[in-house]
């Protein structure tokens, strides 16, 4: 079974972090699919990059992702918009929709540490 997860990147006390497709069993830094975006909690507000035409991809082909990963596409707005993709809107127009969003969540970034 493939989980869309978090992993581990960055300096020891400075995480930050991946969104990947892995196979289940894999370790959390190991082997994995494909990268799907990057999570940098350090910064405020956090920096989210999603590549959501893919995460739309695995998604519809059985993949889940864990509950932290869930948090990220909540707060991205990306579990919304797959919701409405689901139901039969264009994915062109949501991938457009999710690069305006994060041009609008890009503020001013400072990082902690």
Not at 21 to 43: C, H, M
Not at 91 to 109: F, G
Request: aromatic content about 8%; overall charge positive; glycine content about 6%.
């Amino acid at each position: 079974m493939v989980r869309i997860r978090l992993r581990r990147i960055g300096l020891k006390g400075q995480p930050t972090y991946r969104i990947i497709a892995a196979d289940k069993e894999a370790p959390r830094d190991g082997r994995f699919l494909e990268i799907l975006g990057v999570y940098n909690p350090r910064t405020n507000p956090a920096t989210i990059h999603i590549k959501e035409d893919r995460v739309f991809h695995w998604m519809k082909n059985g993949a889940l992702p864990t509950e932290s990963v869930a948090q990220v596409f909540k707060a991205s707005g990306t579990q919304a918009r797959f919701d409405r993709f689901k139901k039969g809107e264009a994915l062109e127009s949501l991938v457009a929709e999710a690069a305006e969003a994060e041009v609008k969540r890009a503020a001013p970034v400072r990082t902690s540490k």
